[in-house]
């Protein structure tokens, strides 16, 4: 179970980068992105950040690749916001959790004839 200050480190790396991507981020590659969460290491030199995608799979990719090309500009934001001995180092991988409830609720559909 994370920590509190583990906790809000994690809102306030997530807010950051949402923050970042929403506004500042140029790249044309990067489509509809949100970022859902991040979890970072207890030593917090690392942290995957969770992002879902609108659109489809080839969406998905180019804007992964965007992201992760535009590494070194958010981690320099991350730690130009926030006060942290070592600014974690970040990994962007895609959500699935959204396809997966939403598979889910067209099975649970399916089975009750809703």
Do not use: C, N, W
Not at 78 to 91: I, N, Q
Request: charged share 30%; aromatic share 4%.
């Amino acid at each position: 179970m994370p920590s509190d200050r583990l906790r809000r480190v994690d809102e306030a790396v997530r807010q950051v980068l949402s923050d970042a991507v929403a506004t500042d981020l140029k790249d044309p590659r990067v489509g509809f992105v949100t970022v859902t969460a991040v979890k970072t290491s207890p030593d917090l030199r690392h942290a995957r950040v969770y992002v879902s995608v609108l659109g489809g799979e080839d969406e998905r990719e180019a804007s992964l690749a965007g992201l992760r090309s535009a590494h070194g500009f958010l981690q320099r934001r991350v730690a130009s916001e926030l006060t942290m001995k070592h600014t974690p180092t970040l990994d962007f991988v895609y959500d699935d959790s959204v396809e997966r409830g939403m598979r889910l609720s067209e099975l649970i559909d399916r089975e009750t004839g809703g």
